[in-house]
């Protein structure tokens, strides 16, 4: 079965400095991949996305990330840090074979400080 | 931002009532699904619809049911509430299987 590990439940980083969110999944082919960020109170909203092709994907707000098929990851990053991206993030990853459901992290939450 | 709500956003319910949840879409999304998030274990899946009357089992779907006589409306319901189902509730959409899905902005239920 997949699954998706995010190693970091908390991460604190000072405003304006670079950020890097972990995501690890096991599946045997190269499944979609998502990132999403929740803030407090809030529904997820989908940051970016990977379906095949160029391994760095653009996403909203500033945010990229990486898919490394040797590596099974599919980091988060943003150069610098905003106050407001302070919420909580989750990688998720479906198989793209047939109807599958879609897997979730458990979360990283991210601390901006001043 | 996609066209879904959830109704009610908050509801506080005695243990061993019937309650509904409500999700309603305007984006004509054939593929349904509701959630649930607690501290510790992210999201997971209770039941998914893949169109009007077609649903399935997620992983957690012990003590709920759900149905979908409409496109837009997807229904959970908690026969008889637990302490246990205390949660935030979230519906999500999505176009197509394996497509990203969009979230609703959730229901806040707890069962006392």
């Known amino acids: 079965a997949q699954s998706v590990t995010q190693p970091d439940i908390h991460i604190t980083v000072s405003e304006g400095a670079s950020l890097e969110l972990r995501c690890n999944y096991s599946?045997?082919?190269?499944?979609?991949l998502f990132w999403y960020v929740q803030s407090p109170g809030q529904g997820l909203q989908l940051l970016l996305k990977?379906?095949?092709?160029?391994?760095l994907v653009q996403g909203i707000k500033g945010f990229e990330a990486e898919f490394k098929r040797s590596q099974s990851s599919f980091n988060l990053r943003k150069p610098s840090v905003h106050w407001s991206d302070a919420a909580e993030y989750f990688c998720?990853?479906?198989?793209?074979?047939?109807?599958?459901?879609?897997?979730f992290g458990t979360g990283t939450r991210l601390l901006v400080s001043p | 931002d996609a066209g879904i709500t959830q109704s009610p956003r908050h509801k506080v319910t005695e243990t061993g009532t019937p309650v509904t949840l409500r999700c309603h879409q305007t984006?004509?999304?054939?593929?349904m699904y509701w959630y649930r998030q607690d501290p510790g274990h992210g999201l997971r899946l209770i039941h998914y619809?893949?169109?009007?009357?077609?649903?399935d089992k997620g992983e957690v779907s012990d003590g709920y049911s759900v149905s979908r006589s409409k496109t837009e409306d997807f229904l959970l319901t908690l026969e008889s509430a637990t302490s246990s189902q205390t949660s935030v509730y979230f519906c999500?959409?999505?176009?197509?299987?394996?497509?990203?899905?969009?979230f609703g902005p959730g229901t806040r239920l707890t069962v006392t």
């Open positions: 984006e004509n999304h054939r593929y």
């Open positions: 599946y045997g082919a190269t499944p979609y």
């Open positions: 998720a990853v479906v198989r793209n074979t047939g109807f599958q459901k879609l897997v």
């Open positions: 999500a959409i999505s176009s197509g299987t394996g497509r990203e899905q969009y």
């Open positions: 990977y379906f095949s092709g160029d391994t």
């Open positions: 619809s893949y169109g009007v009357k077609d649903t």
